[in-house]
Structures are given as structure tokens and as C-alpha cells.
């Protein structure tokens, strides 16, 4: 498991989490295209986990969404741009000619904005105390 990734996260998605360590170990051994794939791969994962823990209750309807369609229903604002960040390099990735002048650390930037947002909102929903009983 990587190191860098809050509880919150490896709770709510832990396939989030061996997605994001195999990327990581990819980089590491300098498959960078296969890192970035992956990378991106993990960010769908992490999206749908989250929108069916706390937003959306039916699984087909999660399952059926493009990653572009589930971070346009799911987010807006900071996190909806730093989704789309890493969507639109992670797709860059897999195409023959790439349409973008970028590192892989600049995706993984993005990544770790996302995540921390996730984080934030996983906390924010269920927080360890409360006035408010459930």
C-alpha cells in the first residue's frame, strides 16, 4: 500500500489503493505510460466508490457512467477541475500521439488534490464526533 494515502481513503476504496501503489511501482521502474494509464484508472475507481457510498444508491447507475460523465455528475467547482486534470492527461496516455506537453508529475499533482478532497469530504461526512444523532 502506498505510504502517501490517508485512512480515509484506503477504507472507502481499496482498490483505489492497489491501483494507485501498481502505477506508483510502474513510475518507479519507468513504465511511465503504463503509470499514467493507471493512474487514471484508479481516479475512475475512487470516483465511483465514493458516489455510491455517499451519493448515489443504485450500482448500475454508477457502474453505467463514463469517468467524464461521473466526475461532471458527481463534482463541480476545485475538485471537478482537478478530476478533470487527471481524466484528460490519464487519457493522454493511451492514445498513439498525445495531445499534451506534460510530466507524470504533474498528473500525480492533481491526483493528490482529488484525493485530499475526498478525504476532506469522507470526514466531513462521517465525522468522529457529533451533536447530531444518527
Known amino acids: 500500500q502506498p505510504s502517501s494515502l490517508p485512512e480515509e481513503i484506503s477504507t472507502l476504496s481499496p482498490r483505489f489503493v492497489k491501483i494507485y501503489g501498481d502505477s506508483e511501482a510502474a513510475e518507479q521502474r519507468g513504465a511511465t505510460e503504463l503509470a499514467g494509464t493507471g493512474y487514471r484508472s ?35 467547482g476545485d475538485s471537478f477541475n482537478a ?6 492527461l490519464g487519457n493522454d496516455y493511451t492514445h498513439w500521439v498525445q495531445q499534451y506537453d506534460f510530466n507524470l508529475s504533474q498528473l500525480k499533482a492533481y491526483l493528490d488534490i482529488f484525493v485530499g478532497h475526498i478525504k476532506m469530504q469522507v470526514m466531513l461526512k462521517d465525522p468522529i464526533v457529533s451533536r447530531r444523532k444518527s
Open 42 to 76: 484508479a481516479l475512475e475507481i475512487l470516483i465511483k466508490d465514493y458516489a455510491l457510498k455517499y451519493i448515489e444508491t443504485d450500482k448500475e447507475q454508477v457502474a453505467k457512467l463514463s469517468l467524464s460523465s461521473a466526475i461532471e455528475k458527481y463534482f463541480s
Open 83 to 88: 478530476a478533470e486534470v487527471v481524466r484528460i
